[in-house]
C-alpha cells in the first residue's frame, strides 16, 4: 500500500537554513512549499533544488507580517492539496546592526555577546528601538498569524507536526527578572494574553531604556525576548493541540547571512534537527526543546551555550 504524501510549509526557504530545511524533506519524500518575501529569490531557489534532482518543491509568495499574504498562501494549499502536514516557522529578524563587521568577526561573532560584556561590544552593536519592534513583530506575532491561520489545514493531517525554530538566546538564562522566569516556565498557568503583556512591558522598558533596571536580556536583548516568548507559545500549542506535535528547535551556531556567516556549523549541518523534528513518529515527544537533535532545557543554569551552539541564522 502506497504511503499517503505529506506536504511541508517553510517559510524563509529561499537561503541558509530555511534552503536546507526545504532540501532535506524533499529528500525525505516530502512535497515541499518553499516560501520567501522575495518572489525571485524564492523562484531561484526552487530552480536550484530543481537542477538538483528534486522535483516535488513549489514556491510561494509569503510575506509572514502581511494577513493577505498569509490568506493567500493558505487558500493555495487548500486548493491545491487539500490539507497540510508539517509547517516549519523558520523566517525570523535579528533585530540588530552590526556596525563594526571586522571587529565582530574578530571578536568571535555572538560568542563575545554577553550581558557582562555590554559596554564592550556597544560600539559593534546597535539595537535601535524600531528594529527591536519589528524583530519581535516578525518572529513572535507574524510566526504566531501563521501558525493560527494554517491550523484548519493541519487539522486535516493525519500526522500533523508545527516546527518553530527558535536560539539557544531563547532560553530564559537570559532573563535576570526572576519572576519573568517563573512565569515563562510555569506552562499550566501562563497564557497567551500574559505572554503578549510580557512582551509589551518589554517594549516599554526598551523605549525607556530601562532594561537592566526590570532585568532584561542588555544584548541582542528583543530576539532573546521574541525567542523565549516563541518557545512558550509552542509549549502552550502543544497543550492545546494533542493529536499534533509541536516543538522548537535550536539549530545551533551555524555560518549562515543572518550571523555575518560566523558559526560553527554549516546550514546543512543546522537543518538536522529541525527535519527530525519534523519526521518524528507519531509517538514522539510534543512541547520540547530540541538542541540541534537532542531534547534540551528550556532554562539553562549556566551559560546555555558551547563552541557548537549560539544561536541560529538564516
Same mark, same amino acid.
Given at each position: 500500500?502506497?504511503?499517503?504524501? #505529506? ?15 526545504? #532540501?532535506?524533506?524533499?529528500?525525505? @519524500? ?36 502581511? $494577513? ?59 539595537? $535601535? ?31 500533523? #507536526? ?111 534537527? $529541525? ?5 518524528? $513518529? ?30 541560529? @541564522?538564516?
Amino acid at each position: 500500500m502506497a504511503q499517503e504524501k #505529506r506536504f511541508a510549509i517553510v517559510t524563509g526557504g529561499n537561503r541558509g537554513i530555511g534552503l536546507e530545511i526545504c #532540501r532535506q524533506l524533499a529528500y525525505a @519524500g516530502v512535497e515541499v512549499i518553499l516560501t520567501s518575501r522575495d518572489q525571485s529569490r524564492g523562484e531561484e531557489a526552487i530552480e536550484n533544488l530543481k537542477a538538483s534532482g528534486l522535483s516535488n518543491v513549489v514556491f510561494h509568495q509569503l510575506d509572514i507580517n502581511d $494577513p493577505t499574504s498569509i490568506a493567500c498562501l493558505a487558500k493555495f494549499i487548500q486548493t491545491r492539496y487539500g490539507k497540510l502536514d508539517i509547517l516549519i516557522n523558520n523566517a525570523a529578524e535579528l533585530g540588530i546592526i552590526i556596525h563594526d563587521l571586522e571587529q565582530f568577526k574578530d571578536g568571535g561573532g555572538f560568542v563575545q555577546v554577553l550581558d557582562e560584556n555590554v559596554h564592550l561590544v556597544t560600539n559593534i552593536i546597535k539595537e $535601535p528601538y524600531e528594529l527591536g519592534e519589528k524583530c519581535l513583530k516578525t518572529n513572535y506575532y507574524a510566526t504566531k498569524t501563521v501558525t493560527e491561520s494554517l491550523i484548519p489545514l493541519l487539522q486535516l493531517s493525519r500526522s500533523p #507536526r508545527i516546527v518553530n525554530l527558535t536560539s539557544t538566546y531563547g532560553d530564559l538564562y537570559w532573563f535576570h527578572n526572576e519572576k519573568l522566569k517563573e512565569e515563562l516556565e510555569d506552562i499550566d498557568n501562563l497564557t497567551e494574553e500574559r505572554i503578549e503583556e510580557i512582551i509589551q512591558g518589554f517594549l516599554t522598558d526598551f523605549k525607556a531604556d530601562k532594561l537592566q533596571e526590570n532585568g532584561w536580556p542588555l544584548t541582542v536583548s528583543a530576539y532573546k525576548v521574541s525567542k523565549a516568548a516563541l518557545n512558550a507559545y509552542t509549549r502552550l500549542m502543544a497543550r492545546k493541540y494533542d493529536n499534533m506535535l509541536v516543538n522548537c528547535v535550536n539549530p545551533g551556531y551555524v555560518m549562515t547571512g543572518m550571523t555575518s556567516q560566523t558559526g560553527f556549523i554549516t546550514a546543512e549541518e543546522g537543518a538536522k534537527g $529541525p527535519v527530525i523534528a519534523a519526521l518524528l $513518529p507519531d509517538n514522539g515527544p510534543s512541547g520540547v526543546y530540541f538542541d540541534q537533535t537532542h531534547i534540551g532545557s528550556f532554562s539553562s543554569k549556566k551559560i546555555p551555550y558551547t563552541i557548537e551552539t549560539v544561536c541560529y @541564522g538564516q
